[in-house]
């Protein structure tokens, strides 16, 4: 049997972000986030024990785009960082790096599934955010 090759690029679906993990229980931490910086969406969602120290004003004025509610206790906001943003934004990488207490790498599998509930938060509130926006009020 003949194999055949397609002469077409292949088409590959979204690229999956990643999840940056920043400790959030201690008062101060905002202070070490820099700002998104312009033109990158990164979404921001937040853990239940996150909220007194991690308010959605002081995010959206650093440029972050607020998520819905993380489905697990920690004292983390958890950024969905685009994976463009690693090459053209080298120097803020770095930066959220070294406050991250982890990063998840989405388009691995077994993350995919494990990290699951916690992409809808962005995925969801991105949608919702979106939404909003094109409904003018009346």
Avoid: I
């Avoid at 972000?17 to 905002?30: E, H, I, K, M, R």
């Avoid at 007194?52 to 004292?75: F, K």
């Amino acid at each position: 049997m003949t194999r055949r090759r397609s002469s077409g690029a292949r088409s590959r679906g979204p690229v999956e972000p990643l999840l940056v993990d920043l400790p959030a229980a201690q008062a101060g931490w905002l202070g070490h986030l820099p700002p998104c910086p312009a033109g990158l969406e990164v979404t921001a969602a937040r853990a239940p024990g996150a909220r007194p120290h991690a308010p959605v004003e002081a995010l959206q004025a650093l440029g972050y785009v607020p998520a819905g509610a993380l489905p697990h206790a920690q004292a983390v906001v958890q950024l969905a960082v685009p994976r463009h943003a690693l090459t053209a934004h080298p120097s803020w990488w770095a930066t959220v790096l070294t406050t991250a207490s982890a990063v998840w790498d989405t388009a691995l599998g077994p993350v995919a599934l494990a990290r699951a509930a916690d992409r809808c938060a962005h995925d969801d509130r991105v949608a919702t955010a979106t939404s909003a926006r094109d409904v003018e009020p009346r």
